[in-house]
């Protein structure tokens, strides 16, 4: 039914129809011309087969067959139109028995002689396109998904701006919010670990002239955790000397963890069998040495008796050497004959502090001054006190032996959650990265004449406590050891 309020509108109406019907017989398209309350008042004869024109004119878009949803976004539009004459788009479903059709809709405002007077609205069957979009939209959630059970993420940077852009799946591994991030290469590089910074700036410049980039680095998150990461990309020039760095990355910090727990096995069972040589060396060092050693003493003792003074310094000499291998003997003994610990309840604070008086004296020999800082007035552990002791002898005088002429020996105490920490720091030479790595082998010292079995028994011991020994190291700062011990039952 026409508006009453413009008389005239059956004229209009008329136009619309002798204007369109023509060229609207057949075709993609389709016309509708609706008056303000919304009735529809007229359909062009191209109206798609399976939307009928009885079905549609004389009724209100509102009772067109459509989900609730649909006429909910059919009513927004409307009202931006006729209100202010704005023009409204939309794309909406069709629902018909057994079938489904997705149409956009272009609503325009249709005024006469200065007069809002109706809408006329362009349709297009776009099924097509919407299936595709739909289809697209589900490969790129797929490929989402994907990315994240692999743990990985697309990013793009402009070598030229140096503006970098991440996926979702990049601020996941980086667990960072993207407001956090200043989206620039700059900033990316603040967050790789600074020893591999190089490496990735070298990867860069490497990809523009290879046109391909691969490399592995570290990275250390939002929350400072250390994740080792993995990108491959390409370089693609856009001309103007304008060049974009595509590529994804991936977090490979479980499969790293693993390589490396690997090589930690593959290292402690070569290590394992240099022991189980070294056991058998001592068993028979033990046998043939340690008798003609005792041998020796004797007569070396007997000979200083009856020595004139003059000779004397000769035979201390070689009293010294002697005793010098009689400690490396039972350093072989230990190894090839491990005591078994025997475990009670200890003071580790009242422990460490007798070594530390014990030690005092041969500090004060090589001008070296040990201060003892106990952060708790007791600590409690199972263990076994000659070993224990034993092994921070061992460590305080190598602290000592490596300070020459002299300097400052730390040592402290304190529990941190169920673990006993004892940490003995030194101001010597310190030792480069490859010798650290080899501390501990048996026979590897960086000593004149050390043997490299103190700190090989020292693991032992420490680890016979269910405890661990870690060695920090830089050439001209020192060195600092670590000894953890588990707490006694009741004290973690």
């Known amino acids: 039914m026409v508006d009453s309020r413009f008389p005239s509108l059956n004229a209009r109406v008329q136009a619309v129809s002798d204007a369109l019907g023509g060229a ?70 069709h629902d018909v028995v057994g079938s489904a059709r997705w149409v956009e809709s272009v609503l325009l405002p249709d005024e006469w002689r200065g007069q809002l007077v109706g809408v006329m609205v362009w349709h297009r069957d776009v099924t097509d396109r919407q299936k595709r979009e739909s289809a697209l939209e589900a490969s790129v959630e797929r490929l989402q998904l994907a990315y994240g059970l692999a743990r990985s993420g697309y990013w793009e940077l402009d070598v030229t701006t140096r503006r970098l852009t991440w996926s979702q799946e990049v601020f996941d591994i980086w667990e960072m919010e993207p407001e956090h991030f200043a989206a620039t290469h700059d900033a990316f590089l603040e967050t790789v670990v600074p020893e591999d910074r190089p490496l990735v700036e070298q990867a860069v410049s490497r990809a523009m002239h290879t046109h391909t980039y691969e490399l592995e680095y570290r990275i250390r998150t939002g929350r400072g955790h250390i994740r080792f990461v993995r990108s491959v990309g390409r370089y693609h020039e856009h001309g103007a000397g304008r060049g974009v760095l595509f590529g994804a990355v991936q977090d490979v910090t479980a499969q790293k963890e693993s390589e490396l727990a690997l090589a930690a096995s593959r290292e402690l069972l070569a290590r394992s069998d240099k022991l189980a040589a070294v056991g058998q060396l001592a068993a028979g060092i033990a046998h043939e040495i340690r008798n003609p050693l005792t041998a020796l003493r004797g007569f070396i003792d007997l000979m200083y008796q009856r020595a004139r003074s003059n000779n004397r310094r000769y035979l201390e000499i070689m009293r010294g050497e002697v005793s010098r291998m009689e400690a490396i003997v039972s350093e072989l003994l230990r190894l090839a004959r491990p005591d078994r610990p025997q475990f009670q309840q200890l003071d580790l604070v009242d422990l460490v502090q007798e070594v530390v008086a014990f030690m005092s004296a041969q500090a004060l020999l090589h001008g070296v001054d040990i201060q003892y800082e106990p952060r708790a007035a007791t600590i409690k552990v199972q263990g076994d006190a000659n070993q224990l002791k034993q092994v921070f002898i061992n460590l305080m005088r190598n602290g000592i032996e490596a300070m020459q002429p002299g300097g400052v020996l730390r040592v402290a105490l304190w529990q941190e959650g169920g673990a006993a920490r004892v940490q003995i720091s030194d101001e010597g030479s310190g030792m480069s990265p490859d010798a650290l790595a080899r501390i501990g082998e048996p026979f590897f010292t960086t000593k004149e004449q050390g043997t490299g079995l103190g700190v090989m028994v020292s693991k032992r011991m420490v680890a016979d406590h269910g405890g661990d020994l870690l060695i920090e190291s830089e050439v001209g700062r020192g060195t600092t050891v670590m000894v953890l011990l588990p707490v006694a039952n009741g004290d973690a």
């Open 24 to 93: 609207f017989r057949e075709g993609p398209d389709w016309v509708s011309y609706h008056a303000l309350n919304a009735e529809c008042l007229y359909v062009t004869p191209s109206v798609r087969p399976w939307m009928h024109a009885s079905d549609l004119v004389g009724r209100s878009f509102a009772a067109w067959p459509m989900l609730d949803e649909e006429r909910a976004r059919w009513a927004s539009a409307w009202l931006e139109v006729v209100t202010g004459r704005a023009v409204g788009r939309l794309v909406w479903r």
